[in-house]
């Protein structure tokens, strides 16, 4: 049985926006079932929302897109001649291209194998405007490159699938694109989800994906939907701001991706972003984990996590600091409930 843990905590204080009254504030922490995660919601930071988060400058973001878009090493043709490439014993030629996405080594790789995927020839594209075919040709090419990375080098087993948008997300480029890391072990967070994932299966026999969405489902609290057997909800204790996570239930690690979940992933990943334009954000980052390639134990299942970050204006502020960096916590700005009643719209 999953343990769904939160408590209440009270902070008093005599508040000078109330003339020295006193003043309570109830906040909320949750803690992740499997992880332990802790996230902490105070109902009295919706009223600083606009400062935590202040809205889009859209006049700001087009004029850095346009700005940006000249030295563009993507536009134009120019990763023809500006990218580099595999040797042919991975990939004939070095890239692989599949519709306008173009698949070839990160210049500066932080792993064994570290690939970026150009996704689609536009240099800048609001969130509500990353059509699914699209996005399911940069997956497929992406999923592509891992079975490829397998092939070669049968060691290199842990693989995610990650994407930055914009700076405040830690983009480097404008134009979209993602990335896939691929090492003999997994990074932190991805080497604690298999391990929580197989002490719990060890400790109750059943999986924890399982449980977390038949769990999920039930309540229908922050379940959103299912799209060809993969399931979308926003996370109970989220790890970024407005947090939503998808499972994988038929597929353990990437090697048993089959266009089912490539489809599914990109009609998913194109509704959420949809949500979170009307929610007035502007950037992102998302992660997909696979279970250690061709080594299932029944204990994991693939996830993404997708969060926001913060929004683009002319000095903004990150949405990063030592509280999450450092402590390991989080604040939600929606509680998780709110958000998936908001985005179940966009999933219609």
């Known amino acids: 049985m999953l343990e769904w843990t939160s408590w209440i905590e009270t902070a008093r204080f005599h508040s000078p926006l109330r003339n020295g009254a006193l003043e309570e504030q109830t906040i909320e922490v949750r803690r992740d079932p499997l992880t332990g995660h802790q996230s902490i919601y105070n109902p009295a930071l919706e009223g600083k929302i606009s400062i935590l988060f202040p809205p889009t400058d859209e006049a700001y973001l087009e004029e850095r897109a346009a700005a940006s878009a000249a030295a563009c090493f993507l536009c134009d043709g120019k990763w023809r001649t500006m990218t580099p490439t595999y040797p042919n014993e991975l990939i004939p030629g070095g890239r692989l291209i599949k519709g306008e996405s173009v698949l070839f080594p990160n210049l500066f790789p932080l792993g064994a194998y570290h690939a970026v995927v150009m996704v689609g020839q536009r240099h800048h594209r609001r969130l509500d405007d990353f059509p699914e075919g699209l996005l399911q040709d940069a997956l497929a090419l992406a999923l592509d490159f891992v079975r490829r990375c397998r092939a070669q080098t049968p060691e290199v087993r842990y693989f995610t699938i990650n994407a930055n948008y914009l700076f405040p997300a830690g983009a480097s480029v404008t134009h979209p694109h993602l990335q896939i890391l691929g090492g003999v072990e997994p990074g932190t967070h991805h080497r604690l989800l298999l391990e929580a994932s197989k002490a719990y299966k060890e400790r109750?026999?059943?999986?924890?994906?399982?449980?977390?969405?038949?769990?999920?489902?039930?309540?229908?609290?922050?379940?959103?939907?299912?799209?060809?057997?993969?399931?979308?909800?926003?996370?109970?204790?989220?790890?970024?701001?407005?947090?939503?996570?998808?499972?994988?239930?038929?597929?353990?690690?990437?090697?048993?991706?089959?266009?089912?979940?490539?489809q599914a992933t990109a009609v998913g990943l194109r509704n959420v972003l949809r949500g979170y334009h009307a929610l007035g954000f502007s950037t992102f980052n998302f992660s997909c984990y696979s279970g250690p390639l061709g080594a299932d134990d029944g204990s994991f299942a693939c996830l993404l996590r997708m969060v926001n970050r913060q929004n683009v204006t002319p000095h903004y502020r990150t949405d990063d600091y030592y509280f999450q960096k450092l402590l390991k916590n989080e604040i939600m700005i929606l509680r998780p409930e709110k958000l998936a009643q908001h985005m179940r719209a966009h999933f219609l």
């Open 204 to 262: 109750t026999g059943t999986r924890y994906w399982d449980d977390l969405t038949a769990s999920e489902k039930a309540t229908a609290q922050r379940y959103i939907t299912e799209i060809d057997g993969t399931h979308w909800m926003a996370a109970y204790s989220p790890m970024g701001v407005n947090e939503i996570l998808a499972v994988y239930p038929y597929a353990a690690d990437f090697s048993a991706w089959t266009e089912r979940e490539i």
